[in-house]
Nanobody, 121 residues
Framework: SQVAESGGGLVQSGGSLRLSCAVSGFTLDYYNVGWFRQAPGKEREGISCITASDSTNYADSVKGRFTISKDNAKNTVYLQMNSLKPEDTAAYYC????????????????WGQGTQVTVSS
């Protein structure tokens, strides 16, 4: 399985970005997909998940501001990020698994290159 993240950039506090996660080697009809982020000096953390059946989940830190969605026909998962804050600055990754919060102890090692999001104050 492979993923390719895109859509990051530099945005002012309060702004919006939409991240995309193009997947290959597996189908969104049968796999959950999670969005993760890793800020400098911090562990990678799971922030959102969309299941094969379209259920969604969010970490408290992004709930109400971020929205995860997917287009099965395009094999793409999206993360709409609104009301961005400087503390959202991080490299964002997607993966065919989900966890909310710490990824410590996980043996998943097939991360994509990620996409950088920088929010200026």
């Amino acid at each position: 399985s492979q993923v390719a993240e895109s859509g990051g950039g530099l945005v002012q506090s309060g702004g919006s970005l939409r991240l995309s996660c193009a997947v290959s080697g597996f189908t969104l009809d049968y796999y959950n997909v999670g969005w993760f982020r890793q800020a400098p000096g911090k562990e990678r953390e799971g922030i959102s998940c969309i299941t094969a059946s379209d259920s969604t989940n969010y970490a408290d830190s992004v709930k109400g501001r971020f929205t995860i969605s997917k287009d099965n026909a395009k094999n793409t998962v999206y993360l709409q990020m609104n009301s961005l804050k400087p503390e959202d600055t991080a490299a964002y990754y997607c993966a065919p698994w989900c966890v909310m919060g710490s990824t410590k102890g996980s043996n998943f090692d097939s991360w994509g290159q990620g996409t950088q999001v920088t929010v200026s104050s």
